[in-house]
């Protein structure tokens, strides 16, 4: 059974920065498109950041543009979402899903994707 393990969260400043890291049992993440979806108490799910397969191209939610990255690390077999200067609406449990398809723009928050992490906290706070 494919699981998921995410991490890196915790509770840190506004202006800040945080590295999360996901990784799989049972699963090669460098086949698949990963992303990295939110969920904020009591709002719907966010896809925040997507590097694809495919066409190798990486996508980001408009609240997160520019100051997010994601990136893969296949000797590893993680993928990590770097986030700078981080708000308090950034505050919200963080997890990552694999899709086995490749990943395009508008419809990458939508799609059915194959596999989900249980997800790490992160609380932007002063």
């Known amino acids: 059974q494919v699981q998921f393990v995410e991490s890196g969260g915790g509770l840190v400043q506004p202006g800040s920065s945080l590295s999360l890291s996901c990784t799989a049992s049972?699963?090669?993440?460098?086949?698949?498109?990963i992303s990295w979806f939110r969920r904020a108490l009591g709002k719907a799910q966010e896809g925040v950041a997507c590097t694809s397969i495919g066409n190798n191209r990486t996508f980001y939610a408009e609240s997160v543009k520019g100051r997010a990255t994601i990136s893969r690390d296949p000797t590893k077999n993680m993928v990590h979402l770097r986030m700078n200067n981080l708000k308090p609406e950034d505050t919200g449990l963080y997890y990552c899903a694999a899709d086995e398809q490749p990943a395009v723009p508008n419809l990458w928050t939508w799609r059915p994707y194959d596999y989900w992490g249980q997800g790490t906290q992160v609380t932007v706070s002063a």
């Open positions: 049972d699963l090669t993440l460098e086949y698949y498109t």
